[in-house]
């Protein structure tokens, strides 16, 4: 499968946060099951996945309760047992009172792997 990029709202604590992923698999009639690791030690977890002829979304729902840098990763798998990996990297730091123009902390990169 090739993925797009994981797209995720404004990150912040104590929060839910929904993630979205679109993906694209040139065998039409192949099924997928996906994982989203979040990064905070609780290790990958089932993530819904709707799809159409080759072509998917994948979407799942967590919340920070802790401030961190969390890496979340996102597994891909068709039925042949293909895999693709696409990851971000996000810093959770909630300001008490962000001073104006100032915004709450976020940053990201993101890459994807295939196995």
């Known amino acids: 499968p090739v993925l797009g990029p994981i797209q995720l709202p404004d990150l912040g604590l104590n929060r839910p946060v929904r993630l979205t992923l679109s993906f694209r698999d040139r065998n039409l009639d192949e099924r997928h099951t996906a994982t989203v690791d979040w990064g905070d030690g609780l ?3 089932p993530a819904t996945v709707r799809e159409d ?3 998917g979304e994948v979407s799942a729902l967590h919340t920070f309760t802790s401030e961190d840098d969390y890496t979340i990763t996102v597994r891909v798998t068709d039925t042949a047992g ?3 990996v696409q990851y971000v990297q996000n810093l959770i730091h909630e300001l008490a009172t962000p ?3 100032m915004a709450k902390t976020q940053s990201a990169s993101t890459a994807a792997t295939t196995h």
């Open 43 to 45: 290790g990958p977890r």
């Open 53 to 55: 002829r080759g072509r």
């Open 82 to 84: 293909r895999s693709t």
């Open 99 to 101: 001073a104006p123009g």
